[in-house]
């Protein structure tokens, strides 16, 4: 069976633990960068946990022709909706007492002071951060062009992870309980945010042993 190396797959908002484990076992990871934008998926949303149970942050974006016939790096952010003190106060509220959010809550406050113009731009910076913390291997790169498939050198992750089906739907995340700020119940596939703030350097060995997918299985129907 021949096997596949490089990923493509859509930029997310703080991403998933799914999405990294995706990833995991490819040697390049391309981000998906002339695709038009598409609504109500993690493209401009996250998952975190907080004391009342989970809580989902979406990033507001302007409004103007159609935004599914606008290109992802055109999609401009809306300031005029305080969303930034909405994010931030919930990120800090949830894990202001977690054992590494004082190592990490300077990386990411310093984007959401910067304020970002476009949604790709933010996402990038973000993930970059999460990548240095995780102290991913895994190379990045951008795709030149819109293909509408790829070939078998090529595993096509776009639009596979979504808010809409569940991730036990798909061959790529397999939870690892790890402990998080609240209570004893375990709540699979949150963002990245989760998995550093609660567990540090630890972080990149939970996601690898999460991980339910090889580049040996890229040839499956999902």
């Not at 999405?19 to 990871?29: H, L, P, Y």
């Not at 907080?50 to 103007?64: H, N």
């Not at 036990?168 to 709540?187: D, M, S, T, V, W």
Request: hydrophobic share 35%; with cysteine.
């Amino acid at each position: 069976m021949s096997e596949s190396k490089r990923l493509v797959i859509e930029l997310q908002y703080l991403p998933g633990l799914e999405f990294w484990t995706c990833g995991a076992s490819f040697d390049t990871i391309l981000l998906e960068s002339h695709e038009h934008f598409q609504k109500q998926t993690f493209r401009n949303r996250c998952q975190i946990l907080t004391s009342q149970g989970i809580d989902t942050l979406v990033v507001p974006i302007l409004e103007g022709r159609s935004q599914q016939k606008t290109f992802i790096r055109d999609i401009r952010i809306d300031y005029r909706q305080p969303w930034v003190k909405r994010h931030w106060g919930a990120i800090e509220s949830a894990y202001r007492k977690t054992p590494f959010f004082e190592y990490f809550e300077e990386r990411f406050k310093r984007i959401y002071d910067r304020k970002p113009d476009f949604l790709f731009d933010l996402n990038l910076e973000m993930l970059t951060v999460c990548r240095e913390l995780l102290r991913l291997k895994t190379n990045f790169d951008y795709t030149s062009q819109y293909e509408k498939g790829y070939e078998k050198e090529v595993f096509d992750a776009r639009g596979l992870i979504t808010p809409k089906i569940s991730y036990q739907e798909r061959p790529f995340y397999k939870p690892i309980p790890y402990r998080q700020n609240f209570g004893e119940q375990f709540f699979p596939n949150l963002s990245i945010l989760d998995l550093l703030f609660c567990q540090g350097n630890e972080a990149l060995s939970i996601l690898n042993a999460s991980a339910h997918y090889t580049t040996a299985d890229s040839s499956l129907d999902v």
